[in-house]
């Protein structure tokens, strides 16, 4: 089983990047999918949720508007596209898959939002 993150790197403030978590070895259309990050002496924290059919999704209120997930079954990968940038979203966002009590995680990728 595998989630691989890809996608993250340094951007200005203000700009925009493209998550993709790319899954292997499980049956990734049955599992809902999350975006977390975790910014240095912070907790963890949801970013984003899409279910197993790609129909349903949430995004907290705080990132409404710049973050949208999305999913392709076919390509068996997952995206976070983030827009509108902040240093404060400076994190490493890793990708979490989960069925009933069946959970995998991805190694995470950085996100710097620096000038």
């Known amino acids: 089983v595998q989630l691989v993150e890809s996608g993250g790197g340094l951007v200005q403030p203000g700009g925009s990047l493209r998550l993709s978590c790319a899954a292997s070895g499980f049956t990734f259309s049955s599992f809902a999918m999350r975006w977390y990050r975790q910014a240095p002496g912070e907790e963890r924290e949801l970013v984003a949720y899409?279910?197993?059919?790609?129909?349903?999704?949430y995004v907290p209120n705080s990132m409404k508007g710049r973050f949208t997930i999305s999913r392709d079954n076919a390509k068996n990968t997952v995206y976070l596209q983030m827009n509108s940038l902040q240093p404060e979203d400076t994190a490493v966002y890793s990708c979490?898959?989960?069925?009933?009590?069946?959970?995998?995680w991805g190694q995470g990728t950085q996100v710097t939002v620096s000038s």
């Open positions: 899409i279910n197993s059919g790609g129909i349903s999704t």
């Open positions: 979490h898959a989960r069925r009933d009590s069946i959970e995998f």
